[in-house]
């Protein structure tokens, strides 16, 4: 595959959050802890240089989110971007929303390649001219000048979340999106922001009965009245709200019973789930939980269709991954732009791909070790135990602080983007 990395040394504000391809695939979105925004652009084909296609470069960095302090809570909120989620493109400028704990905001990219001249109450340095020394009316004109990129902030929709906002999915109506923290869903519209409509609370009168909290939302990519949630106790709720104005009554409830003979002091933990995704036909539910990922038909709520094992090894290994808190990672699913794939993250810089036709899936790693151009990655295997070959790696020597969360897939070509702690590599299908 074909093959870039953008990264440093490590520091804690160039970890990235969250990865996001725009509707056409052409520009590529991460967020990361210090609160930026970085977009890429995809390099257009010349005649002379046609593999250069795939490479994505930088087209614009902006700080979307600062550090604030809330002094009626005494409380940080961090500036780290949860997610960011792209709007269709409607004209020549591009809108995204970016989100953090506690506020979500709508930005504008654009371009400008032309700036106006001639002012009559301005001179060419900006100052304001006398009106007595004006004695002819001049036309301003448009010059040329060097593309800039510029990042403004179109709309700030903050105030309505009391717990920390996990999720953000735009509605196809293209006129609402919501938003989800860990007890409640909100409903907004992208022209109001000082008003929310609350369509989901989990939240109890008395908090010692808290049983749940949501871990994930999404709106269905055709239908504008149906969205899922997810819970951290690995229960998913399809909701209509076309049925009442609060829905608290889900319409579905999709829930695989525990097998008996793996219950474990773990159990709980490892079946709450970290990310919910409809697939682009809308048919089906993906669903990650800690060591599986889970694909689920709409109208089948007992149990999933397909349940594939992302790193089953780990199984014998939950109490140390418990005492280092990695048990509680929340490593994110994709599907490909067909359904027909879909891609997750693992430990060690693995990740996972599943072929749901053929049956077959690999692991990779993004690491800097094979990160040269043009380099062909080669599929790796954990050894469990036993005698280990050349080519395997232990399950003990495993590097838990490398950890891969944050995947996403084009939306109509292999072209994946994966994060790796403060690295992004970009992989593409094998061009002859």
């Known amino acids: ?37 970085v977009i890429f652009q995809r390099e257009q084909e010349s005649k002379n240089q046609v593999h250069r296609r795939g490479e994505y470069n930088v087209y614009s960095t902006f700080q979307s989110h600062e550090p604030e302090f809330d002094y009626l809570k005494s409380l940080e909120i961090e500036e780290k971007i949860n997610k960011i989620r792209w709007l269709p493109q409607q004209n020549a400028a591009y809108f995204l929303l970016s989100t953090n704990d506690k506020t979500v905001k709508l930005w504008k990219v654009s371009e400008r390649d032309k700036r106006p001249e001639g002012y009559n109450l301005k001179d060419e340095e900006g100052r304001l001219r006398d009106p007595a020394t004006i004695t002819t009316l001049r036309v301003p004109v448009l010059r040329p000048m060097d593309l800039m990129v510029e990042a403004t902030p179109r709309r700030v929709f903050a105030n309505a979340h009391t717990y920390h906002i996990n999720s953000i999915s735009v509605n196809s109506d293209y006129e609402t999106y919501m938003s989800a923290d860990d007890l409640r869903i909100n409903l907004w519209n992208f022209e109001i922001t000082n008003q929310s409509f609350n369509i989901v609370d ?11 909290v949501i871990t994930a939302a999404e709106f269905h990519p055709h239908h504008c009245n149906t969205f899922v949630y997810s819970s951290s106790k690995g229960t998913i709720r399809l909701c209509d709200m076309r049925a009442s104005a609060l829905c608290d009554r889900h319409t579905k409830f999709f829930e695989e019973p525990e097998d008996p003979s793996n219950r474990s002091f773990f159990s709980e933990i490892i079946s709450s789930i970290s990310d919910v995704k409809f697939s682009h036909s809308g048919r089906c539910i993906m669903t990650r939980d800690y060591l599986t990922v889970k694909v689920w038909d709409l109208n089948m709520e007992n149990r999933p269709v397909e349940t594939y094992q992302v790193h089953d090894y780990l199984r014998s290994k939950l109490c140390s991954l418990y005492e280092n808190d990695c048990i509680f990672d929340k490593f994110e699913c994709v599907w490909n732009g067909s359904d ?8 060690n810089n693995f990740f996972r791909m599943f072929d749901r036709n053929t049956k077959r899936d690999v692991t990779l790693e993004a690491s800097r070790e094979n990160s040269k151009p043009r380099a062909i990655l080669k599929p790796r295997k954990v050894c469990v135990g036993g005698k280990r070959r050349k080519d395997e790696i232990s399950v003990d020597s495993l590097d838990f602080s490398k950890k891969i969360l944050h995947t996403a897939w084009h939306p109509s070509e292999n072209i994946i983007a994966v994060a790796a702690t403060n690295n992004l590599y970009i992989f593409q299908d094998k061009v002859n």
């Open 340 to 347: 027909s794939v879909i891609m997750t993250g693992s430990y």
């Open 202 to 212: 989990i939240k109890p009168a008395n908090m010692e009965e808290l049983t749940e």
């Open 1 to 37: 595959p074909l093959k870039k990395e953008y990264g440093n040394p490590l520091q804690y504000s160039d970890i990235i959050s969250t990865v996001e391809f725009n509707h056409t695939g052409e520009l590529l979105a991460t967020g990361d802890k210090g609160g930026r925004v």
